[in-house]
């Protein structure tokens, strides 16, 4: 099963960025979806975006025009720019290989 390492998350000030990266341990085929959920303290875990390919994207209302999925299918890597940061983004984001291979979280905090 494929190995997921989230990395780039940490503590900014609302209006800031920050760029998540998800690495995995294998190659992913390229028309294969990949997608970031994120869960905050004491509620459920939601979905954030998802990513096909370049061109086919989709995202939560909540963070659409704020924040960009990517992917990199030669460094097996994909990516969630995140601009604009509110006080409601902070918490742990997770990325998933559908159906089930999901990363261990990583905090995104961002203060007011």
């Known amino acids: 099963q494929v190995q997921l390492v989230e990395s780039g998350g940490g503590l900014v000030q609302a209006g800031g960025s920050l760029r998540l990266s998800c690495a995995a341990s294998?190659?992913?085929?390229?028309?294969?979806?990949m997608a970031w959920y994120r869960q905050a303290p004491g509620k459920q875990r939601e979905w954030v975006a998802t990513?096909?390919?370049?061109?086919?994207?989709s995202y939560a209302d909540s963070v659409k025009g704020r924040f960009t999925i990517s992917r990199d299918n030669a460094k097996k890597t994909l990516y969630l720019q995140m601009n604009s940061l509110k006080p409601e983004d902070t918490a742990v984001y997770y990325c998933?290989?559908?159906?089930?291979?999901w990363g261990q979280g990583i905090q995104v905090t961002v203060s007011s």
């Open positions: 998933l290989i559908p159906p089930a291979s």
């Open positions: 294998t190659s992913i085929v390229s028309s294969y979806p």
């Open positions: 990513i096909i390919s370049v061109g086919s994207t």
